[in-house]
């Protein structure tokens, strides 16, 4: 079945330590790959997104994402986390004319 | 004002009540959305539209009734709903399709006593 899976339902991260959170998709043609961030009280934000080309993509508040084809994955990573980061995080994927999301990843962040 | 408004933030209604949510965007996209966020549950897409035109209906009980006046006005009209329903509602907005990244409100927390 087609699916967007975010394997870690929480991480922990100390504040300044790096972050990586995983995001798997499984559908046979690639397609356009998204991360949100939705704080509490609030809707998703766009962090990036990926169409084709450089495998490696910049987005806003220090984020980037890793588009692996062989691994069917697009990783988000933060070199050094900050308190503002605690949040819940969102992989999507654009398929037909909708988005599919992922169940999320929620962030805590330690002092 | 910019990006997209919902209102009202927060209801609370019982379940024999008629209620309205209302999304406004003022990015120009031709497409508009409403989700369902429940706790421990992924975002659920219940309705979108396309240049005002219904395009996709996700199985959503007949008590959610959308309207969509324009492309920049999107309404979930509410009635007889049950405590299942309570949840975060999000509505969103995009240029369509697939591509096109959608850009989210800050919700209407609805509560059904």
């Known amino acids: 079945a087609q699916s967007v899976t975010q394997p870690d339902i929480h991480i922990t991260v100390s504040e300044g330590a790096s972050l990586e959170l995983r995001c798997n998709y499984s559908?046979?043609?690639?397609?356009?790959l998204f991360w949100y961030v939705q704080s509490p009280g609030q809707g998703l934000q766009l962090l990036l997104k990926y169409f084709s080309g450089d495998t490696l993509v910049q987005g806003i508040k220090g984020f980037e994402a890793e588009f692996k084809r062989s691994q069917s994955s697009f990783n988000l990573r933060k070199p050094s986390v900050h308190w503002s980061d605690a949040a819940e995080y969102f992989c999507a994927v654009g398929l037909d004319q909708n988005f599919v999301f992922g169940p999320g990843t929620r962030l805590s962040v330690l002092p | 004002e910019t990006g997209v408004t919902q209102t009202p933030r927060h209801l609370v209604m019982g379940m024999t009540n008629k209620k309205s949510l209302k999304c406004e965007q003022h990015l120009g996209h031709n497409a508009m959305y409403w989700y369902k966020q429940s706790a421990k549950k992924p975002l659920e897409l219940m309705f979108v539209?396309?240049?005002?035109?219904?395009?996709e209906n996700n199985s959503v009980p007949s008590r959610f009734s959308p309207e969509c006046p324009n492309s920049s006005h999107l309404f979930l009209h509410l009635h007889t709903l049950q405590p299942e329903d309570s949840a975060l509602y999000l509505c969103?907005?995009?240029?369509?399709?697939?591509?096109?990244?959608?850009?989210f409100g800050d919700g209407t927390r609805l509560s059904i006593l």
């Open positions: 539209y396309n240049f005002k035109e219904q395009t």
């Open positions: 969103a907005s995009s240029q369509g399709g697939a591509s096109q990244p959608q850009h």
């Open positions: 559908y046979g043609a690639t397609p356009y």
